[in-house]
């Protein structure tokens, strides 16, 4: 398909999030009093640690709807369980769509063959939002499709973003911060738009936002390459795309009134400020894909697998302003919420266990449906599992005057979990029993790192028999906490 084309059918595709019908269907899925109660609470506490808090509750319920969306509505699929036996399947190319496949947007099904059963079952990839809340699966076409139509069912102003380096997302307008956001709910991660270039070593080229309005192409947002970026857009002139644009949104405004054509001018103008700004790396731009399996990730190339600097580089505490001001680092990590928490004055939050982390070998984050549990653990083909963090303070000048430490864990059978932390020669263990350690080796160092490692069991769910930080999706406790006392070096 053109570029043209493309631009066309995704225009027109994004009115069906329009529907009166179709959102009010959408909402009866949605927990909405529940989200929106926890989004209120969040923007309490934002306020009452930072009085001058511009953000709004819509910021906070799209994180609340990003959350819900991934844990708890959709779910990822690499190969459908055998129709027959139930066991693993592999994809073996494509089918014919039936008439009701392409009735919902099917004209592309899988066949998910199993060679156990000599059986195929059909994945009929879906592209109509109403059908996609009774299946509630698929991969990033279906995630991103889905979760916008959320969006503009709760009554937020949202677009959807396809990028032709083949992924798609969502972005939502913060009417608090008068931008855009970055909303990817394959990832369950928001405003961390250098994520495709930076973290999973995207080679970005044309990028385009649509809503119901307009159309925008919005690739100078993910990247911090403008140069190179320019030197892969080949498929058009670059005149010949604003042309097709302009033409594009002339045609679907014509019907709007003075004043919303101004205000959608606006933010245009808001937006080619930001994209022609200096961008920096935050934390959870770093690090690659996490959806999908690892050998689907791979080929795709969205591990950085092929990175030189995979396993040397990852994300480092450092101090912020208000943890230099205090000579105090606290960070905390909620496996339940799935995010950690900087406190101190500006309290920030990062969500998703692996982007905070300095390094990490076939450990994945397991959520228990059906008992309701959530723990981090190795991979199923791995006989060992690693993961660290890292805190360095030497940029600031500073030192450790104390560090204490709390992990939790859990093992069965055989299973084992270790841990311990190293700074240079330096190397202490401690026991990841729920309990607060302090490390005294560590005083006076400027840097180091803390490293759990999964080992042992028995059988087919060995994998499953050393846990980090397992609790009830229920519950509502630290996970993990390190309090850093510093000092001038």
């Known amino acids: 398909m053109g570029l043209l084309a493309t631009l066309q059918s995704n225009f027109?595709?994004?009115?069906?999030?329009?529907?009166?019908?179709?959102?009010?269907?959408?909402?009866?899925?949605?927990?909405?009093?529940?989200?929106?109660?926890?989004?209120?609470?969040?923007?309490?506490?934002?306020?009452?640690?930072?009085?001058?808090?511009?953000?709004?509750?819509?910021?906070?319920?799209?994180?609340?709807?990003?959350?819900?969306?991934?844990?708890?509505?959709?779910?990822?699929?690499?190969?459908?369980?055998?129709?027959?036996?139930?066991?693993?399947?592999?994809?073996?190319?494509?089918?014919?769509?039936?008439?009701?496949?392409?009735?919902?947007?099917?004209?592309?099904?899988?066949?998910?063959?199993?060679?156990?059963?000599?059986?195929?079952?059909?994945?009929?990839?879906?592209?109509h939002p109403e059908k996609l809340l009774e299946t509630r699966r698929g991969r990033c076409g279906e995630w991103a499709n889905c979760f916008t139509l959320c969006c503009r069912a709760l009554g937020l102003d949202a677009r959807y973003v396809w990028d032709s380096t083949d992924h798609v997302w969502t972005e939502v307008y913060s009417e608090a911060q008068q931008r855009w956001l970055h909303c990817d709910s394959c990832e369950n991660v928001c405003d961390k738009?250098?994520?495709?270039?930076?973290?999973?070593?995207?080679?970005?080229?044309?990028?385009?936002?649509?809503?119901?309005?307009?159309?925008?192409?919005?690739?100078?947002?993910?990247?911090?390459?403008?140069?190179?970026?320019?030197?892969?857009?080949?498929?058009?002139?670059?005149?010949?795309?604003?042309?097709?644009?302009?033409g594009l949104n002339t045609n679907r405004q014509r019907y709007l009134g003075a004043e919303r054509k101004k205000q959608l001018s606006e933010r245009l103008i808001v937006e080619l400020v930001e994209f022609l700004s200096p961008k920096e790396v935050k934390a959870g731009e770093l690090g690659g894909r996490s959806s999908g399996s690892l050998a689907w990730r791979m080929a795709r190339g969205e591990t950085r697998a092929g990175d030189p600097t995979l396993g040397k580089t990852g994300f480092v505490f450092m101090p912020n302003e208000d943890e230099k001001r205090n000579h105090l680092v606290h960070v905390r990590y909620s496996a339940t919420k799935d995010q950690y928490c900087r406190v101190s004055r500006s309290s920030e939050v990062t969500r998703g266990w692996d982007q905070c982390i300095w390094k990490k070998d076939a450990?994945?984050?397991?959520?228990?449906?059906?008992?309701?549990?959530?723990?981090?653990?190795?991979?199923?083909?791995?006989?060992?599992?690693?993961?660290?963090?890292?805190?360095?303070?030497?940029?600031?000048?500073?030192?450790?005057?104390?560090?204490?430490?709390?992990?939790?864990?859990?093992?069965?059978?055989?299973?084992?979990?270790?841990?311990?932390?190293?700074?240079?020669?330096?190397?202490?263990?401690?026991?990841?029993?729920?309990?607060?350690?302090?490390?005294?080796?560590?005083?006076?160092?400027?840097?180091?790192?803390?490293?759990?490692?999964?080992?042992?069991?028995?059988?087919?769910?060995?994998?499953?028999?050393?846990?980090?930080f397992r609790q009830s999706l229920s519950e509502d406790v630290v996970s993990f906490e390190i309090i850093v006392q510093l000092q001038d070096a």
């Not at 109660?37 to 910021?59: M, R, V, Y």
């Not at 999973?200 to 100078?220: P, R």
């Not at 320019?230 to 795309?241: H, I, Q, Y």
């Open 12 to 127: 027109q595709h994004v009115l069906l999030y329009e529907s009166p019908e179709l959102q009010l269907k959408t909402r009866q899925h949605i927990p909405h009093e529940m989200l929106t109660a926890a989004a209120q609470q969040e923007l309490n506490k934002a306020k009452t640690a930072d009085q001058d808090c511009t953000l709004g509750i819509e910021d906070f319920l799209v994180l609340r709807l990003l959350q819900w969306f991934k844990q708890d509505f959709f779910s990822w699929v690499d190969c459908l369980p055998c129709s027959g036996c139930g066991g693993q399947t592999q994809n073996a190319g494509s089918l014919s769509p039936s008439t009701d496949d392409v009735r919902w947007g099917g004209q592309r099904v899988e066949n998910h063959f199993c060679a156990t059963c000599d059986l195929s079952t059909r994945f009929p990839r879906y592209n």
């Open 193 to 246: 738009p250098l994520l495709y270039e930076v973290g999973w070593g995207k080679k970005l080229a044309y990028i385009m936002a649509f809503s119901k309005e307009q159309v925008v192409d919005v690739t100078w947002r993910y990247s911090r390459q403008h140069a190179e970026v320019l030197s892969r857009r080949t498929s058009v002139r670059e005149a010949w795309l604003v042309h097709a644009i302009n």
């Open 363 to 468: 450990v994945f984050r397991k959520v228990e449906t059906d008992w309701q549990m959530v723990y981090l653990a190795r991979e199923e083909a791995s006989a060992a599992g690693r993961i660290s963090w890292k805190f360095d303070f030497s940029p600031a000048g500073m030192k450790v005057q104390s560090v204490s430490i709390m992990a939790s864990c859990k093992s069965f059978h055989s299973g084992r979990v270790c841990w311990h932390v190293d700074a240079g020669k330096t190397h202490a263990e401690f026991f990841g029993n729920g309990v607060m350690y302090p490390i005294l080796a560590l005083n006076g160092c400027s840097e180091f790192t803390i490293t759990a490692e999964l080992s042992g069991g028995e059988g087919e769910m060995s994998w499953q028999h050393a846990q980090l």
